[in-house]
């Protein structure tokens, strides 16, 4: 029976590595898996999946893979969504029906929260609706389980903004909880602040 899943994981936890290697399973075993991502993603550039270890590949979007028909889709063993945390509520619903009425699993990956440690809107209906929710774990600086994502410049750590920075020089690190609330970004970053 074919599945929805959920794994997300803080940033830095190799979630893109990982759908692109699945997505490579399943074509070396001869099947096809659609590759998408929201538009709302455009780190680099349009149509493209990319990790940090290099891995990439071409992707369609999900506000274009919510036009597919039943046939198009059909086509497809599995469809595999990168940075799910960005899709909206309407796009999670479309994945519940690929799932339930053409039986075709979709896996997605993605952030749980946001740098102000709430929800996006896509890993919220993720949450509600997967029948299948997996952690990919990483670790704060203190080796500790790393589960939020703390969003930083040269100042040190930064709790106001929009959810989705667009440009500016901000940059992300998985904590720890405690980590977090302190705001402590671990001697290494602290260090290199000090000497910008
Ligand atoms: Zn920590």
Redesign the pocket.
């Known amino acids: 029976m074919a599945k929805l899943y959920f794994r997300y994981g803080a940033m830095g936890s190799s979630k893109t590595a990982n759908a692109l290697m699945v997505e490579y399973n399943y074509h070396e075993r001869g099947k096809k898996a659609l590759l998408a991502k929201p538009s709302t993603d455009n780190r680099d550039g349009e149509r493209i999946v990319k990790s940090r270890i290099g891995l990439e590949k071409e992707c369609v979007l999900t506000e274009e893979l919510v036009k597919y028909s039943d046939e198009e889709l059909k086509k497809y063993d599995c469809v595999i969504v990168d940075e799910a945390q960005f899709c909206s509520k309407e796009q999670v619903e479309f994945f519940t029906r690929i799932v339930d009425e053409l039986e075709i699993p979709v896996i997605c990956y993605g952030l749980r929260t946001d740098f102000k440690n709430e929800l996006f809107e896509g890993s919220m209906w993720l949450l509600a609706w997967a029948d299948e929710i997996e952690e990919i774990k990483t670790v ?3 080796t ?1 389980a790393a589960k939020c994502n703390a969003r930083f410049d040269k100042n040190g750590i930064i709790r106001e903004g929009a959810q989705v920075a667009i440009g500016g020089n901000s940059s992300y690190i998985a ?2 909880r ?2 977090m609330k302190e705001g402590n970004l671990g001697p290494t970053i602290t260090e290199m602040l000090k000497e910008l």
Do not use: A, E, N
């Open positions: 704060c600086w203190c500790k904590l720890c405690k980590h």
